[in-house]
């Protein structure tokens, strides 16, 4: 799959609150940290896992469900397995009527779902992080591909 850097851009500064789905509490998940570095660029994020519903995390009440959240969605990001995506989005597509993306993570893809989605006007991403999207696009890459903050040069 293929997707231009305008198209993924556009994403990405039209989405204001993404719903991540399957987001684990634990610090070094993949996860927890695309939807932390999401929140701390702005997005608002709405964490979603049944096994943690009730708890805060980003500031925001864990929901068990999509069908949970009373405000609206811009974006439902995928962190399941492919096998698990036809009733997300199908429960993404029956809640929110101006749902805009279904973003599927890194080794998540399902062409039958995505079709759905694309039949109800919402563009649909495979396989791709938007974490990683966001640092190509923004200029926030770098050596080696990654954010990596400040590393120390001292030796032991």
Avoid at 2 to 21: F, G, P, W
Avoid at 26 to 47: D, E, F, H, M
Wanted: proline share 4%; charged share 25%.
């Amino acid at each position: 799959m293929n997707y231009s850097d305008d198209h993924l851009r556009k994403i990405l500064q039209r989405t204001k609150t993404v719903a991540v789905v399957g987001v684990s509490m634990n610090t070094v998940r993949p996860s927890y940290y695309v939807a932390r570095y999401l929140a701390l660029k702005g997005y608002r994020v709405i964490p979603v896992n049944p096994g943690h519903a009730g708890k805060s995390l980003f500031g925001e009440t864990v929901v068990a469900h999509l069908s949970d959240i009373t405000d609206p969605v811009d974006m439902v990001d995928i962190f399941r397995r492919s096998e698990a995506v036809p009733p997300i989005v199908e429960e993404a597509l029956e809640r929110f009527d101006d749902l805009q993306t279904i973003w599927m993570q890194i080794g998540v893809e399902h062409s039958e779902a995505a079709s759905l989605a694309e039949a109800r006007g919402v563009d649909v991403i495979q396989n791709r992080c938007p974490k990683i999207e966001y640092q190509r696009l923004f200029g926030e890459l770098r050596m080696g591909g990654f954010a990596t903050g400040v590393i120390s040069s001292k030796r032991s």
